[in-house]
């Protein structure tokens, strides 16, 4: 839906980013940019990265399309209305969500000693490694915090490559890098309605295999409805956590589930498959790991999974290693979305407790009613569907309170209010922009990151 702004608003131009073929490319198009950039741009009757040429040609889209609905006085700014019900999460700071992955890959290959040098030869698929779902989204995570960079001729430290194949082969523990045309023979195709995190989408396009292919790693349905996911994927520029559409940014239709065929329906013991990151295996540790004065890694693993099931407001700084009474409060509140009283919700984690949160079972923390501020200082997210054109709840109210506390409230004519518009959207994308946010990062509807940080 594409909303026009009033008479009276003066709106700014947008602003547009070309993508930049990385320089491991080793297309002629590409090749060709790198040894003529220094001196002048390359024209599009030259050639130059299919990507590029895409890009070059929505900007002078939008460009066209901007002056068009600005009707001369200033470019429009054109407003996508998400699909109602979706959970907006907000990606890594200056990661771009791109719609289509642009990722090109390479083969199959073994896996990489210290020296880059290879370990092994590419044989036929070797026998599939039994692996939990818990350690499988760990795995994955453990690129995301490292911010991994994609290439699909550099290898990480683990001997994976760092291209989108690689990192489903790196979070299944395969042993070997694989590639879209052959991570299917480790897997089983499943239905939608089947998909559980772990799950892998695949997209293997026999037209255009290296360039026009792609996969991703499912971490769990984003809403209700069913229409968007978190998506687990190595894309440009870094390994990246996002809500996307199902089944992708674009060929939605061609990309499939499938079920990696070693994973388990339980968990784990000390087998290879564990988590490798000390502190974070998904047996439960002990209840002597938890409590006042214990710092240890469980304690900031039991932060992170909580923070998963809701726990946002009583972690305004993240969690810590180091026992809190956010640590207390968000455990209790878990616990008493379970449905538990008493001695069974006194805030310490036990093996009950452990298990619902590895395995992503029970109920999730519920946000506060009225929108207050929680226990850790974080007023509760109010959901995606409240920023929406039209929409009146106390919690925009409260947004733009703390817009214009920050120092962003430029857009604002009169005393924010309760309903939802759009100056309230062109103030918050500020903010998202000063976050160094850029494309749909920026799009000035409030996800879970962006409301956290107005509200630390």
């Given at each position: 839906?594409?909303?026009?702004?009033?008479?009276?608003?003066?709106?700014?131009?947008?602003?547009?980013?070309?993508?930049?073929?990385?320089?491991?490319?080793?297309?002629a198009g590409?090749?060709?940019?790198?040894?003529?950039?220094?001196?002048?741009?390359?024209?599009?009757?030259?050639?130059?990265?299919?990507?590029?040429?895409?890009?070059?040609?929505?900007?002078?889209?939008?460009?066209?399309?901007?002056?068009?609905?600005?009707?001369?006085?200033?470019?429009?700014?054109?407003?996508?209305d998400?699909?109602p019900g979706?959970?907006?999460?907000d990606?890594?700071?200056?990661?771009?969500?791109?719609?289509?992955?642009?990722?090109?890959?390479?083969?199959?290959?073994?896996l990489?000693?210290p020296?880059g040098?290879?370990?092994?030869?590419?044989?036929?698929?070797?026998?599939?490694?039994?692996?939990?779902?818990?350690?499988?989204?760990?795995?994955?995570?453990?690129?995301?915090?490292?911010?991994?960079?994609?290439?699909?001729?550099?290898y990480?430290?683990?001997?994976?490559?760092q291209?989108?194949?690689?990192?489903?082969?790196?979070a299944?523990n395969?042993?070997?890098?694989?590639?879209?045309?052959?991570?299917?023979?480790?897997?089983?195709?499943?239905?939608?309605?089947?998909?559980?995190?772990?799950?892998?989408?695949?997209?293997?396009?026999?037209?255009?295999?290296?360039?026009?292919?792609?996969?991703?790693?499912?971490?769990?349905?984003?809403?209700?409805t069913?229409?968007?996911?978190?998506?687990?994927?190595?894309?440009?520029?870094?390994?990246r956590?996002?809500?996307t559409?199902?089944?992708?940014?674009?060929?939605?239709?061609?990309?499939?589930?499938?079920?990696?065929?070693?994973?388990?329906?339980g968990?784990?013991?000390?087998?290879?498959?564990?988590?490798?990151?000390?502190?974070?295996?998904?047996?439960?540790?002990g209840?002597?790991?938890?409590?006042?004065?214990?710092?240890?890694?469980?304690?900031?693993?039991?932060?992170?999974?909580?923070?998963?099931?809701?726990?946002?407001?009583?972690?305004?700084?993240?969690?810590?290693?180091?026992?809190?009474?956010?640590?207390?409060?968000?455990?209790?509140?878990?616990?008493?979305?379970?449905g538990?009283?008493?001695?069974?919700?006194?805030?310490?984690?036990?093996?009950?407790?452990?298990?619902?949160?590895?395995?992503?079972?029970?109920?999730?923390?519920?946000p506060?009613?009225t929108?207050?501020?929680?226990?850790?200082?974080?007023?509760?997210?109010?959901?995606?569907?409240?920023?929406?054109p039209?929409?009146?709840?106390?919690a925009?109210?409260?947004?733009?309170?703390?817009?214009?506390?920050?120092?962003f409230?430029?857009y604002?004519?009169?005393?924010p209010?309760?309903?939802?518009?759009?100056a309230?959207?062109?103030?918050?994308e500020?903010?998202?922009?000063a976050?160094?946010?850029r494309?749909?990062?920026?799009?000035?509807?409030?996800?879970?990151?962006?409301?956290?940080?107005?509200?630390?």
């Amino acid at each position: 839906m594409t909303m026009l702004p009033p008479a009276d608003v003066q709106m700014p131009m947008p602003v547009f980013e070309e993508y930049e073929p990385a320089g491991d490319c080793a297309c002629a198009g590409c090749a060709r940019h790198r040894s003529l950039a220094r001196t002048r741009a390359i024209p599009l009757r030259d050639g130059g990265h299919r990507a590029a040429r895409g890009a070059r040609r929505a900007l002078l889209l939008a460009t066209a399309a901007g002056a068009v609905l600005g009707g001369g006085g200033g470019a429009a700014v054109a407003v996508t209305d998400a699909v109602p019900g979706a959970v907006a999460l907000d990606p890594v700071p200056g990661t771009a969500a791109l719609d289509d992955p642009g990722t090109p890959q390479g083969g199959r290959t073994p896996l990489h000693g210290p020296k880059g040098g290879p370990v092994g030869k590419p044989g036929a698929p070797a026998a599939v490694r039994r692996i939990d779902r818990t350690t499988i989204i760990t795995r994955a995570k453990l690129w995301l915090e490292a911010k991994v960079p994609y290439s699909m001729s550099e290898y990480w430290t683990d001997g994976y490559r760092q291209d989108c194949s690689g990192f489903v082969s790196m979070a299944w523990n395969l042993g070997t890098n694989e590639w879209t045309g052959s991570l299917d023979k480790f897997a089983t195709k499943i239905t939608k309605a089947d998909l559980l995190p772990g799950d892998m989408l695949l997209f293997h396009n026999p037209a255009d295999p290296s360039n026009g292919s792609h996969v991703v790693l499912f971490g769990g349905w984003a809403d209700d409805t069913r229409t968007h996911y978190i998506a687990y994927e190595q894309t440009r520029p870094t390994t990246r956590r996002l809500a996307t559409p199902y089944g992708y940014w674009s060929n939605a239709t061609k990309y499939l589930p499938y079920r990696f065929k070693g994973v388990t329906s339980g968990l784990l013991g000390n087998g290879p498959a564990q988590d490798p990151k000390p502190g974070t295996s998904t047996a439960f540790p002990g209840a002597n790991k938890f409590g006042p004065g214990r710092t240890n890694d469980h304690v900031a693993h039991l932060g992170r999974m909580l923070i998963d099931r809701g726990a946002y407001r009583f972690y305004p700084k993240g969690p810590s290693r180091t026992w809190s009474e956010a640590d207390r409060l968000a455990t209790q509140a878990f616990q008493l979305a379970q449905g538990w009283t008493g001695a069974e919700a006194d805030g310490i984690p036990g093996a009950h407790t452990w298990r619902l949160l590895v395995e992503r079972q029970g109920m999730d923390i519920p946000p506060t009613v009225t929108g207050a501020p929680g226990p850790g200082g974080v007023r509760a997210y109010p959901g995606a569907s409240v920023f929406r054109p039209g929409r009146s709840h106390e919690a925009v109210a409260a947004l733009a309170r703390q817009l214009v506390k920050k120092g962003f409230g430029t857009y604002y004519t009169t005393g924010p209010d309760s309903r939802w518009g759009e100056a309230d959207r062109r103030n918050v994308e500020a903010f998202q922009r000063a976050q160094g946010w850029r494309g749909a990062s920026a799009d000035g509807y409030p996800g879970p990151e962006t409301w956290r940080r107005l509200f630390a």
